[in-house]
């Protein structure tokens, strides 16, 4: 199938760039055919985020978008910054918040539904959507630039043989690419490494997002109100923290970030999120409550620093699979969809030049590069380098004298050469932490949380989590680090199972419970763990994340 545009993923990057071509397609009065392909069996399914939306990107895109009924509802209207000790709270007063986490005139919001109201848009417009379909493979053409996407086959048994129902994929020809799959998307990754786009780059950094959605009771319940914490139940050398957001209809977001740059083995990000549940500043808001949500998904925290090369011949990245997250103001959305925007005009104007020969796109980058995009990520470049570098406290009061008395703007900037998956120290000399049975009530296992993340995946499939080398889980992995996938995996996916006499250990893949956050393509120690895409609509699908 041939078309001007085709864009991989239908995140808020994606729905701009498809809503973007089309709206320059129709003021100029030059056709041009776009397509979206989404491995969601809908749009919004595997989108889950916070999230408190600064509409600065929306209000370019879609000016009217109040009158179009945008689900942009709730306003905030109170914030509280909290630091926490294990039984007490601080609160940090808001006047002290640095510009970048001040959020009036932002809005809490449900990203999915938000991306499913862009979809509506873009649909509107004349772009082709498909939910469903997995984009599993890059096309090249002979000189080797990008030719298109393959979506995956559907219905390959596990031994990789071809069932009844089985489909072959389609080939989706275009004269550019843009992907935006989110954060350490699989092609992107596979993109990166071909061209080289991360030569003069510093490695990315990831953190892990785990959220849950509440419904509690009317006096629990403040519409509008934005709550942050940092502290407790973490160590002052790992970074992380949290968030409640009161959205409408009496619920609460909840949410926990834990950097995968941490230390200690024994470490499980889902555990600590569910400590952070019970303390009594966290813990007031929920009791009573009922969880009616959860999923987790990997977020960058590399900064612009860590933005590797846009653009190559006959395709660009776009969103987060580039890594455009501002991470003191903890906020993505409006700089994805800025890119995917600036994508969208550059490849635009060169399809309609006078010379439009598909090739390279460094037009792109210095768009980037001359956008607000570029000028919020350099001021905020240092926040994650000094939290890395000299913990919680230190972090607090860099980032305080950086963003307050220079504006971001210091003569220097940091950096944080080594990645996240070489910064484990053995088990044996890390701290065992012992971890809290569930209660069921604040606090939950993980088999019960995927439950209710409506995960699924077509079980006679191969499974999407790959190994290189099938040896390392136990003779490498088990011996140093107590094979620290059983802890990381937000979903029970990697488990060790032994023998009646507890020998034998043996590394058993549970694929079925994979919510696609990508934690072990980015945090399994020799990167033997490659994530790549199940087959369409599979994983979790979320109504309101």
């Known amino acids: 199938m041939e078309f001007d545009v085709v864009i991989v993923g239908g995140g808020p990057a994606g729905l701009s760039a498809a809503i973007k071509l089309r709206q320059l397609s129709e003021q100029s009065g030059k056709e041009l055919s776009v397509v979206l392909v989404e491995k969601g069996a809908e749009i919004g399914a595997h989108i889950l985020s916070g999230a408190v939306i600064e509409p600065k990107a929306l209000n370019e895109l879609i000016p009217d978008w109040k009158e179009l009924g945008a689900p942009l509802n709730v306003p905030v209207t109170k914030e509280k910054f909290m630091f926490l000790g294990k039984k007490r709270s601080l ?23 938000v991306c499913r109201w862009l979809a509506e848009q873009a649909e509107a417009k004349g772009v082709e959507i498909f939910p469903g379909f997995t984009a599993s493979e890059i096309l090249y053409n002979e000189d080797g630039s990008i030719k298109g996407i393959a979506t995956g086959d559907m219905g390959i048994a596990e031994d990789g043989s071809e069932k009844e129902t089985f489909q072959a994929g389609y080939e989706l020809h275009g004269k550019y690419t843009i992907f935006a799959e989110g954060c350490r998307g699989h092609l992107g990754k596979e993109l990166i490494e071909k061209f080289a786009l991360d030569a003069e780059a510093d490695p990315q950094h990831y953190g892990i997002g785990i959220k849950e959605l509440w419904k509690v009771p009317d006096e629990q319940h403040e519409e509008g109100l934005v709550v942050h914490s940092a502290g407790w139940p973490l160590d002052s050398k790992t970074y992380g923290g949290s968030f409640l957001y009161h959205l409408d ?13 941490y230390q200690n083995p024994h470490m499980s990000p889902f555990e600590e999120f569910q400590r952070f549940k019970t303390h009594p500043s966290i813990a007031k808001y929920l009791t009573g409550g009922e969880r009616i949500s959860y999923g987790a998904r990997a977020l960058n925290e590399g900064g612009i620093q860590a933005i590797p090369t846009l653009h190559f011949a006959g395709g660009v990245l776009a969103g987060c699979e580039a890594g455009f997250l501002n991470v003191p103001k903890i906020k993505g959305t409006h700089t994805a969809m800025k890119s995917g925007m600036l994508a969208a005009k550059s490849i635009f104007d060169k399809l309609i030049s006078d010379n439009p020969t598909i090739g390279d796109l460094p037009e792109y980058e210095k768009a980037y590069r001359g956008s607000w995009i570029y000028d919020e990520l350099y001021r905020a470049r240092n926040t994650y380098p000094a939290f890395h570098k000299w913990g919680l406290l230190g972090g607090v009061l860099f980032t305080g004298i950086d963003q307050l008395l220079f504006r971001g703007k210091m003569p220097f900037t940091l950096t944080v050469p080594k990645p996240d998956h070489l910064m484990l120290k053995p088990a044996a000399e890390s701290k065992v932490i012992e971890y809290p049975k569930p209660d069921g009530k604040l606090t939950f296992d993980r088999l019960s949380s995927v439950y209710i993340s409506n995960t699924n995946h077509e079980e006679d499939q191969p ?7 099938t040896s390392i889980p136990i003779e490498h992995n088990l011996a140093l680090y107590n094979e620290p996938a059983q802890r990381y995996c937000p979903a029970g996916v990697y488990e060790i199972i032994r023998d009646d006499n507890g020998n034998n250990p043996q590394l058993q893949i549970n694929a079925q419970n994979c919510v696609h956050c990508k934690t072990c393509d980015i945090k399994d120690p020799t990167q033997n763990v490659t994530w790549v895409v199940p087959e369409g609509a599979g994983g979790p699908n979320y109504p309101n994340m």
Do not use: C, R
Request: proline share 5%; no cysteine; aromatic share 6%.
């Open 463 to 469: 499974i999407h989590l790959k190994l290189k080398d």
């Open 249 to 261: 209809d009496n619920q609460i977001a909840v949410g926990f970030v834990l950097g995968l740059s």
């Open 91 to 113: 609160s940090w007063p808001t006047s002290m918040l640095i510009p970048q986490q001040k959020n009036h005139g932002n809005y809490i919001v449900s990203l999915g539904n």
